[in-house]
Nanobody
């Protein structure tokens, strides 16, 4: 049974940084593409970033150059380092698994979601 537990969210001022984490269990983590997603109030959940099992990454345009996804296969954990945060980054952030980088962008195809972690960026 897949379990995804996100943590590390909080309140940060615009321009600040935050690193969030996602601990995964019930999967072959090191061979799985992992992605980060977010859902802002009143908006649909959207793709943010993903990393394949071999370290290839992909980011949505709005976070390129500011966010960095990484993973620690020994800890079954994926991270999202967020720098130069903006108020529009405010959202609940979720992680999820995918079969490929392309599949990681198909948010509507994903059935299971963890509880997420709330990131609030004040102006």
């Amino acid at each position: 049974q897949v379990q995804l537990v996100e943590s590390g969210g909080g309140l940060v001022q615009a321009g600040g940084s935050l690193r969030i984490s996602c601990a995964a269990s019930g999967i072959m983590f090191r061979s799985t593409t992992m992605g980060w997603y977010r859902q802002a109030p009143g908006k649909r959940r959207e793709f943010v970033a993903a990393m394949s099992s071999v370290g290839t990454t992909h980011y949505t345009d709005s976070v390129k150059g500011r966010f960095t996804i990484s993973r620690d296969n020994a800890k079954n954990t994926v991270y999202l380092q967020m720098n130069r945060l903006k108020p529009e980054d405010t959202a609940v952030y979720y992680c999820n698994t995918a079969t490929s980088l392309i599949a990681s962008m198909s948010v509507s195809d994903m059935d299971y979601w963890g509880k997420g972690t709330l990131v609030t960026v004040s102006s």
